[in-house]
Protein backbone atom coordinates (compact mmCIF):
# COMPACT_ATOMS: atom_id res chain seq x y z
CA UNK A 1 0.00 0.00 0.00
CA UNK A 2 1.01 3.28 -0.99
CA UNK A 3 1.33 6.02 1.51
CA UNK A 4 0.90 9.79 1.17
CA UNK A 5 3.44 12.17 1.29
CA UNK A 6 3.89 14.45 4.60
CA UNK A 7 3.83 18.18 4.55
CA UNK A 8 7.37 18.31 5.23
CA UNK A 9 8.45 16.04 2.05
CA UNK A 10 6.00 18.08 -0.38
CA UNK A 11 7.73 21.56 0.86
CA UNK A 12 11.24 20.18 0.28
CA UNK A 13 10.43 18.61 -2.78
CA UNK A 14 8.96 22.26 -3.86
CA UNK A 15 12.12 23.96 -2.84
CA UNK A 16 14.31 21.60 -4.38
CA UNK A 17 12.44 21.66 -7.70
CA UNK A 18 13.17 25.73 -7.93
CA UNK A 19 16.28 25.55 -6.73
CA UNK A 20 16.97 23.70 -9.43
CA UNK A 21 14.90 25.94 -11.94
CA UNK A 22 17.05 29.09 -10.89
CA UNK A 23 20.29 27.42 -11.04
CA UNK A 24 20.18 25.35 -14.63
CA UNK A 25 19.97 28.45 -17.32
CA UNK A 26 21.61 28.51 -20.33
CA UNK A 27 24.03 31.12 -20.71
CA UNK A 28 22.69 32.75 -24.34
CA UNK A 29 19.22 33.23 -21.84
CA UNK A 30 20.81 34.76 -19.13
CA UNK A 31 22.36 37.17 -21.44
CA UNK A 32 19.10 37.86 -23.46
CA UNK A 33 17.63 38.82 -20.50
CA UNK A 34 20.24 40.68 -18.85
CA UNK A 35 19.28 43.80 -21.34
CA UNK A 36 20.10 47.37 -20.68
CA UNK A 37 16.94 49.58 -18.81
CA UNK A 38 15.19 52.39 -20.67
CA UNK A 39 16.75 55.70 -20.61
CA UNK A 40 15.13 57.63 -17.66
CA UNK A 41 13.39 60.84 -19.49
CA UNK A 42 12.02 63.70 -17.27
CA UNK A 43 8.29 64.08 -18.12
CA UNK A 44 7.60 67.85 -18.46
CA UNK A 45 10.85 67.03 -21.30
CA UNK A 46 9.01 64.45 -22.69
CA UNK A 47 5.94 66.60 -23.62
CA UNK A 48 7.84 69.35 -24.44
CA UNK A 49 9.70 67.11 -26.80
CA UNK A 50 6.51 65.37 -27.97
CA UNK A 51 4.16 68.48 -28.52
CA UNK A 52 6.55 71.44 -29.75
CA UNK A 53 6.57 73.48 -26.64
CA UNK A 54 9.22 76.00 -25.70
CA UNK A 55 11.42 77.70 -27.88
CA UNK A 56 9.74 80.96 -29.72
CA UNK A 57 7.28 82.77 -27.62
CA UNK A 58 4.56 82.30 -30.42
CA UNK A 59 5.10 78.42 -30.01
CA UNK A 60 6.02 78.21 -33.53
CA UNK A 61 8.06 75.36 -33.95
CA UNK A 62 11.57 75.62 -35.87
CA UNK A 63 11.89 74.58 -39.23
Request: proline share 2%; net charge positive.
Amino acid sequence: MKRNRMEHEKKIDTANHYDCLETDVREDARKNFNRQPYKSVDVAQYIAKKFGIGGDADGQKDS
